[in-house]
């Protein structure tokens, strides 16, 4: 599946092209309270597509990673919170190594299995896209558009592909499955910049601990 020019919700959708840079790559609308907030460098629009290395700390997956295409330059710091099942507090936070601030939060929901996903403060939920399906979605704040993360076929390992709702390919996981401590990469379409990148590494940040918590707990269930 080939990657397309992110448009913004104002913009046609671009025709199939296999890795084509974006012409034009546009910034996706600003939401309130974001105009105000200078990007950082890495989050720029980019032409061409760009591959994020997440890598973790060892066992217990606590602290992660997000480098650059450089495998040196640190993007993105994870933190997951390992404490009460019960809480209301997020349980992974999502720092920007560049600035230090909070980028993002994720709160994972034991019963029904959503995710609610904060970035720059505003609020949406992943969540399953039927009953049948392991197919996760979410409303883009920066595109205003439907997101999915859906296996990257039958057989795929844990690799993940992440569409828009025309089913142009904005991003895609690979599944590091034999590393001890790289978890994957994850490799941005062209125009992916901003905000919605922002979103983008967040929710597939989400899917990753989504897949460690079920390998966690079916291990722990003896494989129920």
Not at 41 to 49: L, T
Not at 187 to 215: K, N, W, Y
């Amino acid at each position: 599946m080939a990657y397309q020019q992110v448009p913004n919700h104002q913009a046609q959708a671009a025709p199939n092209a296999a890795f084509a840079p974006a012409q034009q790559p546009q910034h996706p609308q600003p939401l309130p309270g974001f105009a105000t907030s200078p990007q950082p460098a890495y989050g720029q629009p980019v032409p061409q597509s760009r591959v994020l290395h997440v890598y973790h700390d060892g066992l217990t997956h606590r602290h992660s990673k997000v480098l650059d295409s450089d495998k040196q330059t640190v993007l993105y710091r994870i933190e997951v919170k390992l404490g009460a099942i019960i809480t209301s507090k997020p349980q992974v936070e999502i720092f920007s190594a560049i600035s230090n601030n909070l980028v993002a939060t994720l709160y994972f929901h034991k019963l029904s299995r959503g995710i609610d996903m904060t970035v720059h403060g505003q609020t949406t939920e992943i969540k399953k896209a039927g009953i049948m399906t392991t197919t996760c979605e979410f409303r883009s704040l920066a595109a205003q558009d439907t997101m999915r993360w859906k296996r990257d076929g039958v057989f795929s390992g844990g690799d993940l592909l992440c569409l828009d709702s025309k089913e142009q390919l904005l991003a895609k996981f690979e599944n590091s499955s034999f590393a001890l401590k790289k978890e994957g990469k994850i490799e941005l379409g062209p125009g992916v910049g901003g905000v919605l990148m922002d979103e983008i590494v967040t929710s597939g940040i989400a899917m990753i601990e989504q897949q460690r918590r079920r390998r966690n707990s079916s291990s722990a269930g003896g494989g129920s």
